[in-house]
């Protein structure tokens, strides 16, 4: 992972000392990787302990580690890749910047994503046939995919862009059931306000989240932590979420079919020959 999106991606929460310290790193990473604790406390204004602390605030071992890391990125850094899109910036720039942000990201998410949490979804998804999804925005297109995926393989997933009628489909529900609910920030009223009313009814809520503080978190039955996508200013603002939330619900689709291999590979296979055929004859 690139030490200097970490960097990024933190420095909003760091302490105002070690904020300073982090902005003058990701302003001369460079002359970072050649100096000593002190010398870059002395160039930054601030002090050696200040350094000591952003490493472990940046999950590193320590200064060594920090230097490490940005020894490691320096292609990355010689190129000014790690900054946001700049004005009147090439097209193959752009790209570069791109990929090795959303790279970033999904090799922060397959980290963090826990195995454990994967396992009881595939047990739900064994054990009960009924699931209601649900997200906002950019999150909605991920309860749309994960909609998609499992209606091909016999699931009865309701999707829908209403929030009112997703509320009545789980209150007249009387069959058991789940609820897959999707929400960046962990936030968004609609989303708890369903997640509420499906614990009313004794249904159990999955989250996909990225704030492991958040409300929804706190609902949950079963958290799939997903990393944040740390978007910069100029980006679409849910581009790196959007894609390591439809990365996880790959890896949930995937982790259920592994153990089902040839039912799914059968399942798959008729649902994509009756396609064709519908298509043939429209």
């Not at 929460?13 to 300073?20: F, H």
């Not at 740390?230 to 592994?258: H, I, K, W």
Request: net charge negative.
């Amino acid at each position: 992972m690139n030490i200097l999106f970490t960097i990024q991606h933190q420095l909003d929460k760091l302490p105002k000392a070690e904020k300073k310290l982090a902005r003058w790193i990701l302003e001369q990473p460079q002359s970072v990787i050649h100096m000593s604790a002190k010398t870059l406390s002395e160039a930054s204004n601030t002090s050696p302990a200040t350094v000591v602390r952003l490493c472990y605030s940046l999950g590193l071992e320590g200064f060594t580690d920090l230097k490490l890391k940005l020894s490691a990125s320096q292609p990355v850094i010689e190129g000014n890749l790690y900054t946001d899109i700049d004005p009147n910036e090439s097209i193959q720039t752009m790209k570069q910047k791109l990929l090795l942000k959303m790279t970033d990201g999904l090799e922060k998410n397959c980290e963090k994503l826990e195995v454990e949490a994967i396992e009881k979804v595939v047990h739900l998804l064994e054990s009960t046939d009924s699931i209601f999804t649900y997200g906002i925005g950019a999150s909605g297109i991920v309860a749309d995919d994960f909609a998609q995926k499992f209606l091909r393989i016999g699931k009865k997933v309701i999707y829908s862009k209403d929030y009112h009628l997703l509320t009545t489909a789980i209150v007249t529900n009387e069959t058991p059931a789940w609820a897959f609910l999707i929400s960046n920030s962990g936030e968004k009223q609609e989303v708890i306000n369903l997640a509420l009313l499906a614990k009313e009814q004794g249904t159990t809520v999955v989250c996909m989240i990225s704030k492991a503080h958040s409300t929804l978190a706190t609902i949950a039955d079963v958290l799939l932590h997903t990393a944040d996508g740390g978007e910069a200013p100029l980006r679409s603002s849910a581009t790196n979420s959007l894609l390591v939330q439809l990365y996880t619900v790959d890896v949930l689709f995937s982790a259920y079919a592994n153990k089902h291999y040839d039912k799914i590979l059968g399942q798959l296979e008729q649902t994509k020959t009756t396609v064709q055929i519908i298509e043939q004859n429209d």
